[in-house]
């Protein structure tokens, strides 16, 4: 499979989960977090999705596009791994992380720190979606929504 392929079915994949996911975290309570801004398309998604929520942004630069920018307040710039740690405890209904490099060594490092982040900013009952799985005691795995291939992106429910 080309890049290109890979590259259109892993967005392909998060946004047929986010849009999946989107009526239960509507029940829940809590903000929606985004791990790693990049150029903003998903975290415009999410604002797409839910209107009516605070959508905070991490990433270690400001780089998204001008209208995809996250608000004053809502954009915390600096390594993610350090930013994201001041908001477990934040009883988010979603957090979602796309932040893999596809390369093994590089992700096995991001991997020593992402599923405690991932689980200490959720709210009980909250989702976690990730481009790398999270493995945690306190996270449940989902199935996928159809049409997502097992390993291309993860769901987890905070226990």
């Not at 979603?94 to 096995?108: Q, R, V, W």
């Amino acid at each position: 499979m080309s890049r290109l392929d890979s590259f259109i079915r892993r967005l392909t994949a998060q946004r047929d989960i986010l849009n999946t996911v989107a009526d239960e975290v509507k029940t829940l309570d809590g903000p929606v977090l985004e791990l790693g801004l990049g150029n903003g398309r998903t975290f415009d998604h999410l604002r797409e999705l839910f209107p009516d929520r605070r959508v905070v942004a991490f990433d270690r630069a400001a780089n998204a596009y001008g209208s995809s920018m996250p608000e004053e307040g809502n954009l915390v710039l600096g390594e993610i791994k350090d930013t994201a740690r001041d908001f477990i405890g934040i009883g988010a209904s979603l957090a979602h992380a796309d932040i893999g490099t596809g390369y093994e060594d590089k992700d096995a490092v991001t991997l020593t720190w992402l599923p405690e982040i991932m689980a200490g900013v959720l709210a009980s009952h909250g989702l976690a979606v990730s481009g790398l799985p999270l493995e945690h005691p306190d996270l449940e795995a989902l199935a996928l929504p159809s049409g997502v291939k097992e390993g291309r992106y993860f769901i987890y429910r905070r226990r």
